[in-house]
């Protein structure tokens, strides 16, 4: 019975590491399809974005499967909810990945982004896609310590993020108020997306110790002490 | 066996309407906040918010005695799944709620909103409260045709959220970049609200039904015809 769980429960990891592989690759396409305004780029990850969704219910029914298990013990239950709750992680991702290039459609052949912002966008798709990259690792692995540390990559994020609002708050933007509104979505978008990379880390966390982040950090910061 | 299970997903479905009440109530209260630049109100849901964590936390422990069960059967393992993913739409809820009382605490003693838009967001305000009790309801009833309406409140909330997007765009708008980019947030907590609402309704269809809600509307008209 225990093998069939950790096997089962390898294969929903790596499922779920695959679609967060997924959906880091939409948002890298979706930066460069909104910084360059690619039209074509912008349609790829819009109609590869079927694949994520079918993942999605795969990995709900693996989850079901393992459920389904002869009487998974309590920490087994737990792991296999937070699995629930990384399907819709990713999920989520792959659908702010979506947004993006959805608006790099909608203000093709125009650029959606007034060239001062750019410098912004690249680094912030950047951090995102280093962060999906980084959830498909931690799932994988299920190392608690490398899951925690997406906390990192998602504080530069914020960082960027404030940033960013405060030069669309300076007087001297002259960009008008249609770009302040898409760059407002946009940032929000690549900041969602973050947070939802961080919320898998935590989750792995728990999947692999059966603590919170925060009984971990305090479990460890003890054993050193 | 079966009694326990049912008894114990009505109190589930208690809390998680009891919830849905509450961020109802968050919401109704930012929303007068926001339009009235009333801060003692918009301190009041920031201190509020811990009973909506606090019951999220009650929730999940619920959901997870439930699975603990001795043997629930498939279509159980699904209920209580979806009782899961309901737990983490009411608490996004009550989190969207509480941002746009940050908002109206950051403009303090200024109105974050021109006058211009204020009708909109009384509206969208007036439509999430009903959404929210709307889902409390549905928890309760797992009436699955109510369940069902609840999107076509949406669609009002959808459709005053574009106009708002026509009225920011307009070359008449007047009120500065910094207000075009709290009013572009602004409309998004209150549209990410309504569409939490809606999946709730989708996932009481599928609580009370084991359908989809596609599938249980085909039924329907497959019955009718």
Same mark, same amino acid.
């Given at each position: 019975?225990? =093998? ?33 305004a ?9 109609s590869?974005?079927?694949q994520?969704?079918?993942l ?46 959805k ?14 912002? +750019?410098g ?13 990259? +980084? ?30 609002? =405060? ?16 760059? =407002?979505l ?12 961080v ?10 110790t059966?603590? =919170? ?11 050193q002490a």
């Amino acid at each position: 019975m225990r =093998t069939a769980y950790h096997e089962q429960m390898a294969d929903l990891n790596r499922i779920l590491g695959h679609m967060s592989q997924l959906a880091g690759v939409a948002m890298e396409r979706s930066t460069q399809a909104l910084l360059q305004a690619d039209l074509a780029v912008a349609e790829g990850v819009i109609s590869d974005h079927e694949q994520i969704v079918r993942l999605s219910a795969q990995a709900e029914e693996q989850a079901f499967a393992l459920l389904a298990l002869q009487a998974p013990v309590a920490g087994d239950l737990r792991a296999i909810v937070s699995g629930f709750q990384i399907v819709a992680d990713v999920d989520r991702m792959g659908a702010l990945a979506l947004h993006v290039s959805k608006v790099a459609r909608r203000r093709h052949p125009a650029k959606a982004l007034p060239e001062e912002v +750019n410098g912004y966008f690249a680094e912030m798709g950047r951090l995102a896609v280093a962060l999906a990259m +980084n959830a498909r690792e931690v799932l994988n692995s299920q190392d608690p310590s490398d899951a925690l540390r997406l906390q990192a990559d998602d504080d530069a994020m914020d960082d960027l993020h404030r940033h960013l609002f =405060t030069v669309l708050m300076d007087r001297e933007w002259r960009h008008g108020v249609a770009a302040a509104v898409d760059v =407002t979505l946009l940032g929000r978008y690549y900041e969602r997306f973050a947070d939802h990379a961080v919320l898998i880390g935590r989750r792995v966390v728990f999947q692999s110790t059966g603590k =919170t982040p925060e009984q971990f950090l305090e479990g460890q910061q003890q054993a050193q002490a």
